[in-house]
């Protein structure tokens, strides 16, 4: 799978699932901040990731994670990695 599928696969389901404004959605936007996200919503954001995905996130893996950028990276490591 390209980066560029998974930003596409991402910014649907944010648009969608958080009422997300895609043109706020850039690469280097602050996710927390951009889509006003609590520890509730991180949970759904995993259930979200890895219902599409078929990768498991854990707390840790959001450690230095600020970013779109950082969290389209975060998803193409993980799906490398289950390759």
Known sequence: MSREEIVKIVNDFLIEEFEADGSMIQEDANLKETLDLDSLDYV??????????GVKLGEADFTGIS????FYNLIEA?????A
């Open 44 to 53: 759904d954001l995993v259930v979200v990731i890895e219902s599409n995905f």
């Open 78 to 82: 993980k799906v490398k990695q289950e």
């Open 67 to 70: 970013s779109f950028g950082d």
